[in-house]
């Protein structure tokens, strides 16, 4: 049963408008999620990341958003370029278990000039 | 970018034969990991390092084994391949199991076992 899900493998926005990439966990015992940005042929880049402890965190264009209750998280992207396209991987970690991440499925973003 | 490379990044080998995967740093990085990555699953972690000599498994490590002998080397092997691992293998790294716990990754292995 997959404890990270991005239920959207697709999505597709104009330049200039902003991107929404939507992630799903189970495990409560998360505490800390990232996201990654991944180009084809490349390995994954590491983007942004956000404390259990927090609801929102910000780095320029980029803000990811934490729903404990829901247990979701969405990452935003303002406003979106065509050198964001690109696949989005949420992670999620838990607490002191060797800082192994569990992986969603991916969503791949294309920005449309 | 961290400074970390795989090699092979391109494989292709039959089905039964030995596949050994590398994975070097020169970050002087405690963590390592190997993933491998297929449409749907995203990335799942097969084994990971937290130290020479230190390792345990992850989520999908049957079939697979990895060695650790130095810092800086991450070895990834699969006994005997089969058409299921056939997979992008990328190596991570990590400074320490605190903080954010960010990974860096490398550049990626594309192994195809036929």
């Known amino acids: 049963d997959q404890q990270v899900k991005q239920n959207s493998p697709s999505l597709s926005v104009q330049e200039g408008r902003i991107s929404i990439l939507n992630c799903d966990y189970t495990n409560s015992m998360f505490d800390y999620f990232l996201w990654y940005k991944k180009y084809p042929a490349e390995g994954p880049t590491f983007l942004i990341s956000?404390?259990?402890?927090?609801d929102k965190n910000e780095d320029g264009r980029f803000t990811v958003f934490l729903n404990k209750s829901a247990k979701h998280l969405s990452l935003h992207i303002v406003p979106s370029q065509p050198g964001d396209s690109a696949v989005y991987f949420c992670a999620a970690r838990v607490h002191n278990a060797g800082n192994m991440l569990t992986f969603g499925g991916g969503t791949r973003l294309m920005v449309k000039p | 970018d961290a400074g970390i490379t795989q090699s092979p990044r391109h494989k292709v080998t039959e089905t039964g034969t030995p596949v050994t995967l590398r994975c070097h740093q020169t970050e002087n990085h405690r963590y390592m990991y190997w993933y491998r990555q297929d449409p749907g699953h995203g990335l799942r972690l097969i084994h990971y390092s937290y130290g020479v000599k230190d390792t345990d498994k992850g989520e999908v490590s049957d079939g697979y084994s990895v060695s650790r002998s130095k810092t800086e080397d991450f070895l990834l092997t699969l006994e005997s391949a089969t058409s299921s691992q056939t997979s992008v293998y990328f190596c991570a790294i990590s400074e320490s199991g605190q903080g954010i716990g960010e990974q860096y990754f490398g550049p990626g292995t594309r192994l195809t076992v036929t």
């Open positions: 956000i404390s259990s402890i927090k």
